[in-house]
């Protein structure tokens, strides 16, 4: 998994009378996992959710081995 910070523009819509912080990972998870955009993961001791449609990275064509299945987590806070 890698940390992942989106941040609003200052002075712009999504700052507009909120003081949010989102904080989120990119998570790859082993090949052949079932992960749904409805789903919840445990990252760090904090609850997240899966954001986004997850992706299957398939199999190489070189080698032929499976790939990691890759999703945005993300903890809403503010």
Do not use: H, K, N
Request: proline share 9%; aromatic share 8%; with cysteine.
């Amino acid at each position: 998994m890698t940390p992942r910070q989106s941040t609003p523009q200052v002075g712009g819509d999504d700052q507009q009378a909120r003081d949010t912080v989102i904080v989120g990972w990119t998570v790859y998870a082993p090949p052949g996992s079932d992960w749904l955009t409805t789903d919840q993961v445990r990252i760090r001791g904090e609850v997240c959710e899966i954001t986004g449609e997850p992706g299957d990275w398939g199999r190489s064509v070189f080698t032929g081995t499976p790939g990691p299945v890759q999703f945005a987590a993300d903890r809403v806070t503010g």
